[in-house]
């Protein structure tokens, strides 16, 4: 798949943008602080459907106006879309996709399909489990509703529960009642934990792929889930689940919060058997962020069958010459957008300017 256009209203510092993209490279260059990662940003909103930097929607608005637009075309294998994002004057986003006003924000989600790369996602690697959950649920809502469904459902029966962990009902009447939560939670999280199962084995396979090639070292990227829960058909999971969480209510009681349960997942990542997440080296962790992001591209070829639109915010200036030129290598049968100060590579690509909140 590939964007055709982009059009910014009061997005940030873009007052009124419009940029037409071309397949392959599209290479963004302009001074630090001319706008470029506010234009990575409009895209990652239109595909995710929030901010990859700020929770605070109404921070993208241009200051002094009342509300931003972004607006973007998406060419896909069997038909064309349009989304349209508006963040109003209280913060409050709006969608509709293809004229018609959607019902729920995450209609958004499987429509443009990112690989997002920015210095931050190092945070990826180096920071606790919460990021490389983000990573798993970000790249699996993109590719299935039903993950979204479930991933939704879970974290609103974990709330309840963990409320009701917190009322201070007595333990007979509150095991009671969190039996009907922990039915819940234990049919939507084994899903979850499967689907990331499946997720981390497919991932390892092009990861490995990708670190070999990117890196062009013979250090070798493993990449497994970490889960209290044993791989198994989706009923025997459950199982596992609901005997976990009974056998754990007194803790939970004391904790006031639910200690079991695919909240607490993780993705192990590993060169040649030695953590990164811990004993990484800065460019160790760094190349081992990018395998993963490019075999993200690869995942959702195999998945979606279409390729995503890759996304490079600012990451060239810290890789050293031979792994930018491999990156680039890459990505050259991907419609890839780069930005950056300077772009000096011999690789055919469309050169677009960026000063001062204005794209030429
Ligand atoms: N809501 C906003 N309205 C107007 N300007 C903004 C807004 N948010 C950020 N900016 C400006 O955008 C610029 C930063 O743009 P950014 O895209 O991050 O730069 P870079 O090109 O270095 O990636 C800064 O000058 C900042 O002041
Ligand atoms: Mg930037």
Redesign the pocket.
Same mark, same amino acid.
């Given at each position: 798949m590939r964007i055709r256009k982009v059009t910014l209203t009061d997005f %940030?510092?873009y007052t009124s943008q419009t940029v037409s993209l071309k397949e392959g490279l599209n290479v963004f260059e302009?001074?630090?602080?001319?706008?470029?990662?506010?234009?990575a940003?409009s895209l990652y909103c239109c595909a995710i459907g929030k901010s990859p930097r700020t929770q605070n929607d109404k921070?993208?608005? %241009?200051?002094g106006a009342s509300a931003a637009c972004v607006n973007v075309e998406v060419v896909k294998q069997y038909r064309n879309y349009e989304i349209r994002l508006v963040i109003d004057q209280k913060g409050k986003k709006k969608l509709a996709i293809d004229g018609i006003p959607a019902y729920k924000m995450s209609e958004i989600l499987g429509i443009l399909n990112i690989v997002y790369f920015s210095p931050d996602e190092l945070k990826l690697i180096k920071e606790g489990p919460s990021e490389r959950r983000r990573f798993m649920d970000i790249s699996l809502c993109q590719q299935s509703k039903t993950y979204l469904f479930n991933l939704q459902k879970y974290n609103a029966c974990l709330a309840q529960r963990n409320k009701l962990l917190k009322s201070g009902l007595g333990f007979n009447s509150l095991k009671q009642t969190l039996f009907v939560w922990d039915t819940q939670l234990a049919k939507h999280g084994s899903y979850l934990t499967r689907k990331r199962y499946e997720f981390a084995q497919k991932l390892k396979t092009y990861a490995k792929n990708a670190h070999m090639r990117l890196s062009g070292e013979k250090e070798e990227l493993g990449i497994s889930l970490e889960s209290s829960l044993i791989y198994d058909e989706l009923d025997a999971i459950a199982a596992q689940y609901r005997a976990h969480l009974e056998a754990d209510i007194q803790k939970d009681i004391d904790l006031s919060f639910t200690s079991f349960g695919c909240h607490r997942d993780d993705l192990k990542i590993t060169l040649n058997d030695i953590d990164v997440r811990k004993f990484g080296s800065q460019g160790q962790q760094r190349s081992a962020a990018l395998s993963l992001k490019f075999a993200e591209i690869d995942l959702f070829w195999g998945e979606v069958g279409e390729r995503p639109v890759l996304i490079l915010?600012?990451v060239l200036s810290e890789l050293d010459e031979g792994r930018s030129r491999r990156l680039l290598e890459m990505s050259a049968d991907l419609q890839t957008i780069i930005?950056c100060t300077k772009f000096d590579e011999d690789i055919p690509h469309v050169s677009f300017k960026?000063r001062n909140?204005s794209i030429s």
């Open positions: %940030r510092n302009g001074e630090n602080a001319s706008g470029k990662t506010n234009f940003e921070e993208m608005i %241009r200051w915010d600012d930005t960026v909140g």
